[in-house]
Each structure stands twice: as structure tokens, then as C-alpha cells.
T-cell receptor
């Protein structure tokens, strides 16, 4: 597609439930990133996929968070047993060799 | 370790006046530097980047930024601010070698007063 697509745009979930957030990167972009933006905070790096290499998971805040990227394209970020502190906007970005990222519009997650 | 500092949470400027949004960085080796803008309820939009070459980089919407290696700074500037420039601005850095993930500052909210 023309841009990075994220779904859903908004998600309200009950504490303790699992959620899945989806990211469709720009076709042909080899790298895909997940960031989290909390109210009043900057962007917190979560995980990074580059081609067929093992992902860089160094930013995941706990083992409740995981992500996968199927077929080098679509990525899913899963949060298990959600907590209120997980409430944030989750941003996905993809990039090619021109160094810059293209971001999606994000998924606003609210845990109640 | 890589990091970015945006020392001002908020910058207010009158319409038509020049604006500056400050950014300093820390990185091992040479940096790639970026500015992004976020409008309300929108994702981040790319403004400009420094990769190599001229230290003065020109980007979208009349913005520019100057890479200063000795001061490890990459301040964002515009000669004449517009009310529509009001948004949240993020500076980001990554090293030229190693992992591709960007490190972002905490953002600076720019308000242009009519």
C-alpha cells in the first residue's frame, strides 16, 4: 500500500485480557519497528525486524509482550494479560535503505 | 549508548517570528539524525534528515536543521512560523553502524501564537 497501515485504530480492553495489534508495512520495506508512546512521554522502542534476521527484542518491557512478522511483511504485536500501565499509543514504522522511517497512525490502547 | 535530549518541553513563538526547537544527541561514532512532527491524533511525519554532506539540511514545510558535530546538536529552525506549525516535534538519532532502530527524544510541543 501507499503507507503503513495499523489496525485497530483504537482498542479498549479489560485488564487481564490479551490484545493483538496489527501492522501492514509499506510493500518492499525490509525493516519494521514497533514503538510505544505514552502520555507525556517520548517514543519507547519495543522491537525491530530486519529482513530474515532474528528480531531485536531489547525494548520489550516484559515477557507479556511479543511480536512476530510473517512472510517478511505483516507484523502482529501481542500483549498478554494486559495491565493499565500498558495503555499507550502503539506506533509501527517501516523503512527501506533510505534511512528514514514511515510511521503508521498508531493504535490507541486503553486498558480499563 | 545512544540518546537524544530535547531540553524544552514547550516552545511558544509568535506567528511570523523565527522558531528554534533544540536537540542534542549522544551516539558512538557518526550519527544519522532526523526530525519528525506529530499533529494531534496523527502518526509521526518525517520532516528532514542528516545523513552526510552539508551540515545545513532543508526539509518539508520550510523547516531546516543544522548538524553541529562539535556541539552534538541538530536544532530545528524555521525563519517565519505559521500557526499551522503548532505540533509536537521529535528529534531522533541512530549510529551509522550497527542497529537501525532510532532513539527518540521526549518531544517538544511547539505553539505558534497568532
Amino acid at each position: 500500500g501507499a503507507g503503513v497501515s495499523q489496525s485497530p485504530s483504537n482498542k479498549v480492553t479489560e485488564k487481564g485480557k490479551d490484545v493483538e495489534l496489527r501492522c501492514d508495512p509499506i510493500s518492499g520495506h525490509t525493516a519494521l519497528y514497533w514503538y510505544r508512546q505514552s502520555l507525556g512521554q517520548g517514543l519507547e522502542f519495543l522491537i525491530y525486524f530486519q529482513g530474515n534476521s532474528a528480531p531485536d527484542k531489547s525494548g520489550l518491557p516484559s515477557d507479556r509482550f511479543s511480536a512476530e512478522r510473517t512472510g517478511g511483511s505483516v507484523s502482529t504485536l501481542t500483549i498478554q494479560r494486559t495491565q493499565q500501565e500498558d495503555s499507550a499509543v502503539y506506533l509501527c514504522a517501516s523503512s527501506s535503505a533510505n534511512y528514514g522511517y514511515t510511521f503508521g497512525s498508531g493504535t490507541r490502547l486503553t486498558v480499563v | 549508548a545512544q540518546s537524544v535530549a530535547q531540553p524544552e518541553d514547550q516552545v511558544n513563538v509568535a506567528e511570523g517570528n523565527p522558531l528554534t526547537v533544540k536537540c542534542t544527541y549522544s551516539v558512538s561514532g557518526n550519527p544519522y539524525l532526523f526530525w519528525y512532527v506529530q499533529y494531534p491524533n496523527r502518526g509521526l511525519q518525517f520532516l528532514l534528515k542528516y545523513i552526510t554532506g552539508d551540515n545545513l539540511v532543508k526539509g518539508s514545510y520550510g523547516f531546516e536543521a543544522e548538524f553541529n558535530k562539535s556541539q552534538t546538536s541538530f536544532h530545528l529552525k524555521k525563519p517565519s512560523a505559521l500557526v499551522s506549525d503548532s505540533a509536537l516535534y521529535f528529534c531522533a538519532v541512530r549510529a551509522q553502524t550497527g542497529a537501525n532502530n532510532l532513539f527518540f527524544g521526549t518531544g517538544t510541543r511547539l505553539t505558534v501564537i497568532p
